[in-house]
């Protein structure tokens, strides 16, 4: 189900927004920690990276629904690029449910699971993606080196032209 030009434009940003925003909270929130008045701080960019992250990730949200009609269903009903595309959709609605539930379920100790939880999917949820992108394309006659099918047989027809 190859995308249009601007529709797979609109997802590359948004993964890359969506994946570049919580990359830099994880940097910012283990690796440049702050000495503050009492102790270690957040560093200044961590609220704005997580403000980002918030931001794209109903960017996309939106994407992945725009796929929802035509690439999904289309790819469903020719049973192409099945295994590849159940895990990145698994993924993103596990990634959806982890990142609500950062802000709107448990304890500090439920709190701490999630989030490892989340960002792990996340880290690898470009490989996934990549994984998809490339079996898809393996996938579509006479690109990328995929095998192409070969053309249907003509009848052997007789001496006389009449088909044998």
Aim: with cysteine; charged share 15%; glycine share 12%.
């Amino acid at each position: 189900m190859r995308l249009s030009a601007g529709h797979r434009q609109w997802i590359y940003w948004a993964v890359a927004l969506l994946f570049g925003s919580g990359a830099l909270w994880l940097i910012c929130h283990y690796l440049l920690r702050v000495e503050g008045e009492f102790g270690p701080a957040p560093h200044p960019l961590e609220a704005w990276a997580l403000r980002v992250h918030g931001g794209a990730a109903m960017l996309a949200l939106v994407v992945a629904g725009s796929l929802l009609p035509i690439h999904v269903r289309r790819a469903w009903h020719q049973r192409r690029n099945l295994l590849p595309g159940f895990l990145l959709g698994g993924m993103l609605l596990l990634l959806t449910v982890t990142g609500y539930a950062l802000y709107y379920f448990g304890g500090e100790q439920a709190r701490a699971v999630i989030s490892v939880l989340h960002w792990g999917l996340g880290l690898g949820a470009p490989a996934l993606l990549l994984w998809h992108i490339a079996a898809g394309r393996a996938t579509l006659p006479g690109r990328h080196g995929a095998p192409r099918q070969a053309p249907a047989a003509e009848p052997r027809r007789a001496d006389d032209g009449r088909v044998a």
